[in-house]
């Protein structure tokens, strides 16, 4: 009992070393990749200085470092696990009477483990940086005031009707234009629908001009009109709202910005206000099935590089293993391009990749046991 436990954390210990290092070493690549990107996107531009470069390239470092993570399990498994078996420890250790599955779930744990600090400690920092570089990417080396009054197009909302004889009714926005001046969200070719519980017309809001102010919207120059009735002018009209501009943006732009403690009351916030929620949902169970992931390229890496040297193919194995970790990512993205669309569910989108390269895992690891 006590050789094993020595064992596994022989072996624990190993194996987190080798995946920090490729971690490390393919994070490192990508972000040089990404700062050469960053100085051919300013060489157009002579008054954004380098030091602006370096700091939106440093910002993007733990966010290369959680979408690198799965890799870097696999490819630090694959070479763990080799090194182990050409050197004939594990062969030793298997001789001894110790399964793969023994001095595996020492491995398996520690994967879990750096997938959980990832989703729930490295993530939140990465979405806090990730949104402080895309604020620099925004104010220098991009034009406009933000993904709104980039996407300069039409706006579509529901809120909850806060009006006490309409408290279960709904008003749904239309807004032609957007922008974004002077941190206020300014809205124009504004129509409003408010419907009551049963979703029947209670009053239309007509407005050529508005913007969006302490939680609620202000209508300029506003008409009034009830159903079999003519349109009335009523001048200036407020209507509140739980938005505000930083949630309206955010709405609009990557789910990697927001923490996934922030992003279950936020996919509400959505849902309430009508935006769609897909993208956020969809993040939110990829970031909640990172240690599984983890979990699950240890055992790829362990099904792929365990081979004896003596039986030969180790080099095509190993090469399997890294195919069927790229296969994988591929599926994954497949998936979620699958979800964003409508046409799998979020939950099935994040977590059915996962699955399936568990169950490969499970399948090759009882091969190799079990013959």
């Known amino acids: 009992m006590m050789v094993a436990v020595t064992l596994s954390r022989y072996i624990a210990r190993q194996f987190v070393l080798s995946v920090l290092a490729m971690i490390g070493s393919l994070t490192g690549i990508v972000c040089l990749f990404d700062f050469i990107d960053l100085l051919r996107r300013v060489a157009t531009k002579p008054d954004v200085s380098t030091n602006i470069v370096t700091e939106i390239a440093g910002l993007h470092i733990p966010y290369f470092m959680v979408e690198i993570l799965p890799f870097g399990i696999l490819l630090g498994g694959i070479v763990c696990f080799w090194r182990l078996t050409r050197s004939s420890e594990l062969i030793v250790a298997r001789a001894a009477g110790i399964s793969a599955w023994q001095f595996l779930a020492a491995p398996l744990v520690c994967a879990i483990l750096i997938g959980t600090v990832a989703t ?196 095509k194995m190993v090469g399997s293993g890294v195919a069927a970790g790229f296969l994988l990512f591929t599926v994954s993205k497949v998936a979620e391009q699958f979800g964003k669309s409508g046409a799998l569910p979020p939950v099935l989108a994040a977590w059915a990749p996962t699955l399936a390269g568990l169950c490969l895992a499970v399948a090759l690891l009882l091969h190799l046991e079990d013959g």
């Open 120 to 315: 729930t400690i490295v993530s939140p920092l990465s979405s806090s940086m990730y949104r402080r570089a895309e604020e620099l990417d925004q104010q220098y080396l991009r034009t406009g005031g933000g993904p709104l009054s980039l996407s300069s197009g039409s706006l579509w909302l529901r809120q909850a009707d806060t009006a006490p004889s309409n408290a279960h009714g709904v008003v749904m926005l239309h807004a032609g234009g957007v922008q974004v001046e002077e941190g206020m969200l300014h809205i124009r070719d504004i129509s409003v629908f408010r419907l009551d519980h049963d979703d029947k017309l209670m009053m239309r809001i007509e407005s050529p001009n508005g913007y969006l102010k302490n939680l609620e919207w202000v209508f300029e120059n506003a008409s009034v009109v009830k159903p079999n009735d003519i349109l009335h002018p009523v001048g200036t009209m407020t209507l509140p709202t739980s938005l505000t501009l930083d949630r309206v943006q955010e709405s609009f732009a990557s789910p990697d910005t927001l923490s996934v403690w922030a992003l279950p009351s936020f996919i509400t916030l959505l849902e309430h206000s009508g935006f769609s929620s897909i993208r956020h949902r969809i993040h939110f169970q990829s970031l909640l099935a990172l240690p599984m992931l983890a979990g699950t390229m240890a055992l790829v890496s362990a099904g792929f590089s365990m081979r004896p040297s003596r039986r030969g193919g180790v080099a």
